[in-house]
């Protein structure tokens, strides 16, 4: 799943060509129905409906406008919170209870009531069921064992959640915004059972919620089809439809939109933003997403290990060069494992392209004469030109980097089996908060091949009891402005010692017709609202 | 058979109906190996590439024990005969299995993206079969001279140029530039869901409908890719067939015809394309066969979902079921191909026939 375009590599330099070549094309204007607004997206990532299971990010992004949930992230401040089918929500003086009261005359798209055993129910249903965004709710105390003691309806609107431990208020409300509590509508799956599975089996090619809109058709690398529920609770969608187009290729996308065929295109390439960027009939919205590109030094390996090593590493990386121009429109340079706009995040950006100074590091530890190293590098771009770039700057230093290229997911099975020497990758949030990636980076308390949990940390062989401890302290703060402090904290340290150099904060960019108004991108997939769009 | 060839008073119809028994066994058991040995080599082939297919369902940031659970979920745990013999069995109780990408049976998938790749290919094959003989045939009676260099140079061309960059160069110019043809995609968005669905070809579905605007607009998107896969094929055609024609015109019954002071045209066309047309007719079923496998490349370049779009996703992905069903799917279209080319081949060449 590349979160970024996805060109054939191997044509790569063609493509290119063409992109230039396509700058004088004419813009003859094909218009798409004045009622439906109509996307172009890669959508070969999905693979369920089921909002339960769904973890993919395109996926994510129907979800965000098809299922409501208690609480969502507000687009406009990412840092607040909005009720979405929650009135009010409170938390008991202890910490333990969170009670939420909901919206009066809620209904689902298919006119079915939705009461709080509704929402009751889908939050079972999501722990019980427990496919892979599950643990998102089971951090929270909320297992399979439990959960139907722990999430209790205890009025025709009002509920309560248990936690079994002392966690930070907003990591419990943040957690509830991700997709998977989303709600669903009880009656309409019961009655689609089968196997006692809740209604799963049914619910991977089919709808059953309440958001502004509601899915028609999924069909499955075509398209998906959107249509406005006209049962929602607060917004009622200004178009009829929304269908988004199953389009892999960044030129084809661009074409598409320059004839009009389609009003956005969603995963086009640097050099396509920049033809959207000249012609006036276009533009663009965008927003820093919480997705980090980073690069990895598993500590497995003895040179790696050597914290001057790890320290020059971050010194060979030419972050602006590579900022402005392999992955200029798409990405800005960021070095902390938080995402702008997330609680705790930083700025700190003390690293730069230092060849003397990571030279001198190098000396340091013995290795002047310089030495080898592999680098697994997922055969799309932008990895592969990040990765030529990295192969230079190491080499002047006598670091001779051997590329081992592979299909994304050969690459993934052999950093997971903890294979590599180093490992450029990327890391989106699991949801809107900054346990997620202190979780994955910071911690790691069992280094064995066998640990249960095996964190981005474990990955790279960084056992690290201490940082470990940090990040528990820091999930349990109940004082925002003080976890705000615990995580930056975090950070600085994580910066200068981590195996880990954190190199770019993704941009999520949508080039679209200009009479397409009210696109709004969001932080987080499921933020990302399409509901709201009107064309003039 | 008729129940006089059952009859023991007449030997020979006996022989008759044993020979054909046995032959119709012996295509049967052949059938069965082949299909047998096709399921097995996909299947074996897929398992030993490093792809987790766990990974795909679950997700990278799924924990370890869902992970698990999806591997035993997909029988992942299980040694690779027992996984291979339980899909065979599954197959033959009719069951193809579902695809873990699409969440869809195979069988429903494949019904979905096949007439996507059958409606694009046999478009492609008419173009290439009516463009590449001609050209061909013409090379071959100006052979040696400039119509003959003209039809290798763009055979040529057809051979060495990437598919890819070609369709781009399309869509740029007759698409984004001249406006002739309608762009990526199967229809326009306005009739994508007025167009009711009964054999998944959307020239046919449109005009069973009776929706001519619908009609036009799927031809309007159909050219494009269409001409191209036509291109290449023709590429091919056009040499075979020049060389088949050179092959003929130099046999003494055209001189003989020649001397007999038939018109030109009647030995090119009638006399020697008939017979260049037996051997042909393999080649035009073989291109047509590999049109039907989809073609991977054109279908991602158009937004064309089709059978090689879904086969080369499933097997990145690892998703074993979908891959071996659409190898079925090839497997059987060959199969028939070529079974449907030795039919016509005894039509077409009375020394083949039995006397």
Known sequence: MSPFYSPLNRRELLSMGIAWAGVGASDAWAATPKDTLVLAQALDDMITLDPAESFEISTGEIMGNTYDRLLRVDPSNPANLVGDLARSWSVSTEGRIFR??????????????????????????????DKSPAFILAQLGLKKDSVRQRVLQTGP??????????????????????????VVDRRLLLSKESNADLGHGWLRTHYAGSGPLKILQWRANELVALERNDNHHSSKAPLARVIVRHVKESTTQRLLLQKGDIDVARNLSPQDLDAVRTNPELKLASARRGELMYLAMNQRNPNLAKAEVREALK?????????????????????????????????????????????????????????????????????????????????QVGIALEVMPSDGKQALIRYRARQHDLYLGSWGMDYWDPHTNADAFARNLDNSDAAATKSLAWRNGWQVPEFSRRVEAAVMERDASRR???????????LRVSPFAILFQLVEVAAMRAHVEGLLIGPTSESTHLFNVRKR | MSASAESPSEPVAVTGWWSTLRSATGLLLALCLTYLGLLGATFFIGRVIPIDPALAVAGDRAPEHVLQRVRQE????????????????????????????????????????????????TAGIIVGVGLGV??????????????????????????????FWLGLMGLLLFYAQLGWVSGPGRLDVSHEFSVPRMSGMLLLDTAWAGQWEAFRNAFSHLVLPAGLLGFYSMAYISRMTRSFMLNELSKEYILTARAKGLAESRVVWWHALRNAAVPLLTVVAMSYAALLEGSVLTETVFSWPGLGLYITNSLQNGDMNAVLGGTLLVGSVFIALNLLSDVLYRLLDPRTRAP
């Open chain 1, 100 to 129: 939420f009261d909901l919206k009066p005359q809620l209904r689902f798209a298919s006119g079915n009531p939705l009461d709080a055993e509704d929402v009751v129910f889908s939050l079972h249903r999501a722990v019980l069921l």
């Open chain 1, 157 to 182: 609107l009002s509920l309560s959640i248990e936690i079994d431990r002392d966690l930070a208020p907003s990591l419990v409300y943040n957690c509830l915004t991700a997709n998977v509590a989303s």
């Open chain 1, 315 to 395: 010194w060979l990386i030419d972050y602006d060069v590579i900022g402005q121009t392999l992955v200029r429109n798409i990405a800005e340079v960021h070095q902390t494992f938080l995402p702008a706009g997330v609680l705790g995040s930083s700025a700190q950006r003390p690293y730069r392209l230092d060849v003397a100074k990571a030279r001198a590091l190098l000396a340091q530890a013995g290795l002047s004469q310089g030495f080898k190293l592999t680098i697994d590098m997922r055969t799309v771009q932008p990895y592969q030109a990040i990765t030529e770039a990295l192969q230079q700057s190491l080499r």
């Open chain 1, 484 to 494: 705000t402090r615990l995580y930056q904290d975090l950070q600085g340290d994580f």
């Open chain 2, 74 to 121: 997909l029988g992942l745990d299980q040694p690779l005969w027992t996984q291979f013999s339980q899909y065979v069995a599954q197959v033959l109780r009719g069951d193809l299995g579902s695809s873990i990408l699409t969440s869809n049976p195979v069988l429903q998938d494949l019904l979905a993206t096949f007439p996507a790749t059958v409606e694009l290919a």
């Open chain 2, 134 to 163: 001609p050209l061909g045939v013409w090379a071959a009676i100006h052979h040696g001279r400039w119509p003959d260099h003209l039809a290798r140079l763009l055979g040529l061309v057809g051979h060495s140029i990437p598919i």
